[in-house]
């Protein structure tokens, strides 16, 4: 079997974790703050926060924020659920809007779903390729937009506009017009969880890049606090001969990143462009090559003039299926012992959303989009030969079941 996304653990990166076992120091500490520093220089931006998932930052952030009851945070129907749950969490009410056929989210729908309520929007860079930052952060500057914002918190009257946190799980290293993903919004949050392109087995990481009059450095000091249940001092600086005494300043959370899951980052990070990323692409170009002479085929959008994916997931569509052909499909394609995904199930399908009363048919789009989209293979293990099972697996699949449903 050829499985769908394997971590990439090799003897370097299981050598770091047991330097790091061994080196005494466990949780946050000299190893989280490296990749912090790393991290920033890579993506350009002031500071980066690490934590223990990308979930974790993005409810962070939207807390930081004083999202809450009542407000409105817009974001694509396409997405995974953490981007809506950390919302729901704060009382607050996501407002999906759908896609473009690059399955990012559509500027036009974001626009026409900006209310009084509206405090953030969140984009998400579906499978590696960057939303439309400038078009984006354009619009929350925008005279009638900025009048139409109710600022209800100091954080919200320093903005004075809707925030944007960027979902960029999927997209570490991806480019825009020249600038790398993290530098692109106010915020950025990172996923290195097992499946991402850059993996702490679990883990995140929260960009800062808030314009003035915002101080990004105290922010991260702040953060850092709110993070480890609002403790004025963390455990590495109690270390320090004479310095036990420690307050708390607010009921924090508990999202720090540990030393362990640094130890595989910072291995990760540095050979992330140089060789992870290379790798992606050429899987990608090859799938590309591969699917291009059939006219059922539908390849992805992932480098355009002005943006360059980080090869994360390849989301092959299919033309002219409906839904229950793409499921007849991949049913074959794991019987010729091959693992696809599909990315995402959309939100409206979702009982809990649908329950809220969220529903699909709201979402032309993201459901034609879904309904005909199957994710393949993906990986920097995966071989040459691997990658022509995976193509051969799909076109005789999708051939078989065009026979079907044309006999
Ligand atoms: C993986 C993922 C997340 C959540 O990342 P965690 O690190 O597991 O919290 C959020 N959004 C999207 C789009 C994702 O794919």
Redesign the pocket.
């Known amino acids: 079997m050829i499985p769908f996304s394997p971590p990439r653990i090799d003897q370097q990166i299981i050598d770091e974790v047991v330097n790091t076992l061994k080196s005494g120091w466990i949780t946050t500490g000299p190893r989280t703050k490296m990749f912090e520093k790393r991290l920033a220089e890579y993506c350009n931006v002031p500071e980066v926060l690490c934590l223990n998932?990308?979930?974790?930052g993005?409810e962070l952030m939207l807390q930081w924020y004083g999202v809450k009851t009542g407000d409105e945070v817009i974001m694509p129907a396409y997405?995974?659920c953490?981007?809506a749950n950390v919302v729901i969490h704060c009382g607050a009410k996501p407002v999906f809007v759908d896609i473009n056929d690059d399955f990012n989210i559509s500027l036009k729908q974001i626009e026409n779903a900006i209310t009084e309520k509206t405090k953030v929007i969140m984009p998400?860079d579906?499978a590696g390729f960057p939303c439309d930052y400038d078009e984006i952060n354009t619009l929350v500057k925008r005279a009638d937009i900025v009048e139409k914002f109710q600022a209800a918190t100091e954080e919200q009257k320093k903005l004075s506009r809707i925030l944007v946190l960027s979902?960029a799980?999927?997209s570490l290293g991806a480019v825009y017009k020249g600038k790398k993903t993290g530098s692109l919004s106010d915020v950025t949050v990172f996923?290195?969880?097992a499946?991402?392109n850059l993996t702490t087995a679990?883990?995140?990481a929260v960009c800062l890049n808030l314009p003035e009059p915002f101080n990004n450095r105290a922010l991260y000091d702040y953060f850092c606090i709110k993070s480890l249940h609002g403790q004025n001092k963390d455990a590495l600086s109690k270390t320090k001969i004479g310095n036990w005494r420690y307050d708390v300043i607010e009921a924090g959370y508990k999202l720090n990143m540990t030393d362990i899951q640094a130890a595989m980052g910072l291995v990760e990070l540095a050979r992330y462009d140089a060789d992870m990323l290379i790798r992606r692409k050429k899987i990608f170009h090859t799938y590309s090559d591969k699917f291009a002479k059939y006219s059922w085929a539908q390849l992805p959008e992932y480098e355009s003039i002005n943006k360059t994916t980080s090869y994360h997931v390849y989301l092959l569509r299919i033309k002219n299926i409906t839904e229950i052909q793409r499921d007849e499909i991949i049913s074959r394609i794991f019987e010729k012992q091959v693992g696809v995904n599909v990315h995402?199930i959309p939100l409206p399908l979702m009982s809990f959303y649908k329950k809220l009363g969220y529903c699909i048919e709201n979402y032309p789009s993201t459901y034609n989009n879904y309904s005909r989209e199957i994710s393949l293979p993906v990986y920097y293990d995966l071989t040459d030969e691997q990658i022509n099972i995976v193509a051969d697996a799909v076109i005789s699949s999708v051939e078989e079941t065009r026979n079907i449903i044309y006999l």
């Not at 998932?53 to 974790?56: R, V």
């Open positions: 998932s990308a979930t974790a993005l997405t995974y953490a981007t998400v579906i979902d799980a999927h996923s290195f969880h499946v991402k679990e883990g995140g995402f």
